[in-house]
């Protein structure tokens, strides 16, 4: 049994306290991508922990770094049209930076920005959505537009001695 946990930075407090194996960034990617993904006879494997949740994808949270960044570990890849469609998903991380937050994940030139989420009071406005990221254009094969809503983040934690009834395929 999971409980879902409100604002991410505060869950973050109990990822800094040590109980990272417990915690998960979930994230939905797309869900009209992965309706498509899935529609045409794709595929969406996941791997080093990630697992599949009815509201997105759960990618364990490794820690959180000085800056507050949420480093996760992980990855989904996403298939379809024979490989012509390929979108790697790898090791995402949360970033505050002075405007909001910053999506990225890891790739083969150093990390890329996917997404934003403007500056706010989770607690005042809920999750705010992600917008696609001008440099992340090209991994989503230029299908979508710059600032493109995409699923926004949340968090997961287990309690104490609960494992995740899903596991990596």
């Keep these: 049994m999971t409980e879902q946990g409100d604002p991410p930075r505060e869950?973050?407090?109990?990822?800094?306290?040590?109980?990272?194996?417990?915690?998960?960034?979930?994230w939905g990617v797309k869900a009209s991508f992965l309706r498509y993904v899935a529609g045409v006879g794709g595929e969406i494997s996941r791997s080093d922990g990630t697992i599949e949740l009815p509201e997105g994808f759960g990618f364990p949270?490794?820690?959180?770094?000085?800056?507050?960044?949420l480093v996760t570990a992980g990855s989904i890849v996403i298939r379809a049209h024979?490989?012509?469609?390929n979108v790697e998903l790898r090791d995402p991380r949360l970033a505050p930076t002075p405007?909001?937050?910053?999506?990225?994940i890891a790739g083969p030139a150093g990390r890329l920005v996917v997404?934003?989420?403007?500056?706010?009071?989770?607690?005042?406005?809920g999750t705010p959505?992600?917008?696609?990221?001008?440099?992340a254009v090209a991994l989503?094969?230029?299908?979508?537009?710059?600032?493109?809503e995409l699923d926004p983040v949340h968090f997961l934690r287990y309690r104490e001695g609960i494992s995740p009834a899903h596991g990596d395929s």
Excluded: C, I, K, M
């Excluded at 973050?12 to 109980?19: E, F």
């Excluded at 024979?82 to 469609?85: A, C, S, T, V």
């Design 82 to 85: 024979g490989g012509l469609l």
């Design 140 to 148: 989503f094969d230029g299908t979508y537009p710059p600032g493109t």
């Design 129 to 135: 959505p992600l917008a696609l990221h001008p440099d």
């Design 61 to 69: 949270v490794r820690a959180v770094e000085a800056d507050g960044t």
């Design 115 to 125: 997404a934003t989420a403007p500056a706010g009071d989770p607690a005042a406005t």
């Design 11 to 26: 869950d973050a407090l109990l990822v800094a306290a040590g109980r990272t194996e417990a915690a998960l960034l979930v």
């Design 99 to 104: 405007s909001g937050d910053e999506l990225s």
